[in-house]
């Protein structure tokens, strides 16, 4: 048996310039965190032929061009050719349609685990490259590559998106000071409402394609503002990402009307008047998880929990997409 585990993540800067359609033109650069939740492959060679399929649905089939799950079937197709006997199981932390990246974790674990299984094993970059080709090539999803490189590299880490989609990585310079913070003062709430980040995204690629300069533009300060973050955590100034955080979100907002909604809204001001400096709808927005950065965490998830919402503590992952058994 083969068991591997992908982290999921939050961004901390420049979300939504990991796009093609904004970085083959204009260049993107995040900063994304890997934290400790996680989306687990675990494979196996059954006894009988065929594809055993184990997720929120169960497949048995004989030919690869049969299984319904796209990224299940894109993968075992761009890794070996039929005739396969395998059996996949997934099993998660948080549910998907959350904001955190599950989609992209797990069709990174899912390729370093039949790398394994197949006896070709991919480095850190193959797999996040290969994962990316699945889900943005092969399945022409309006999905990024922040989330696939965030989930294989791990850490609190910096990406340039060059214009040739070759992409830059290079870890966040933190002192362990900054760290600790980070991991006490950024909280995470959720808002109940679970989406599919699809249509938002596919509403911004497709601006983005016809050039629409508000949301080029939009993307050009949301740009600025993670480079910006960059500066800031490598300087020590953790209460800055905060406001930083805050005026993100505002800009977010402007970029599509489905980003929040009236009870978003209250959430979101009832937790800067309880000890938020600022925060954001992490991931394509819509619902799933509320990021702030708290000056005072106890007061704002006291005041968050009598709201109705459960906080999702967290520390962060630096192993990236790693075998947990072979």
Not at 126 to 137: F, K, L, P
Not at 228 to 255: D, N, P, T, Y
Not at 279 to 305: C, D, H, P
Not at 311 to 323: A, K, N
Request: glycine content about 10%; hydrophobic content about 40%; proline content about 4%.
């Amino acid at each position: 048996m083969i068991i591997v585990r992908s982290p999921l993540r939050i961004t901390l800067g420049g979300g939504g310039t990991d796009l093609p359609s904004y970085y083959r033109n204009h260049g993107g650069a995040l900063i994304s965190a890997a934290i400790d939740k996680y989306v687990y492959v675990s494979v196996i060679r059954p006894f009988t032929p065929g594809i055993f399929l184990k997720y929120s649905h169960l497949e048995h089939v004989d030919r690869v061009d049969d299984v319904q799950h796209p990224i299940m079937r894109e993968t075992l197709r761009s890794m070996a050719p039929d005739p396969w006997q395998i059996e996949i199981t997934t099993l998660a932390d948080i549910p998907s349609g959350t904001g955190l990246g599950s989609s992209g974790a797990f069709t990174a674990a899912l390729v370093k685990a039949l790398s394994a299984f197949e006896k070709k094993p991919l480095d850190t970059g193959d797999i996040a490259r290969t994962a990316c080709e699945i889900e943005i090539d092969r399945l022409a999803s309006p999905v990024g590559k922040q989330d696939q490189y965030i989930s294989a590299y791990g850490g609190i880490t910096c990406f340039q998106f060059h214009r040739n989609d070759e992409v830059g990585v290079t870890p966040l310079k933190l002192s362990r000071e900054t760290l600790f913070d980070l991991e006490d003062n950024l909280a995470l709430f959720f808002t109940g409402f679970d989406r599919s980040a699809s249509s938002i995204l596919q509403d911004q690629d497709s601006r983005t394609k016809k050039d629409e300069a508000a949301v080029i533009d939009n993307l050009h300060f949301v740009k600025e503002l993670g480079l910006r973050s960059q500066r800031a955590l490598e300087a020590g100034r953790c209460s800055e990402l905060g406001e930083i955080f805050h005026e993100h979100w505002e800009v977010k907002k402007r970029r599509s009307g489905a980003m929040s909604n009236p009870k978003i809204d209250a959430w979101y001001a009832l937790a800067r008047a309880n000890g938020a400096i600022g925060g954001k709808l992490v991931g394509a927005g819509g619902g799933g998880f509320l990021m702030f950065y708290a000056e005072n965490r106890r007061k704002l998830a006291r005041a968050m929990a009598d709201a109705g919402l459960e906080e999702l503590r967290f520390r962060f992952d630096f192993d990236g997409t790693r075998i947990l058994l072979q």
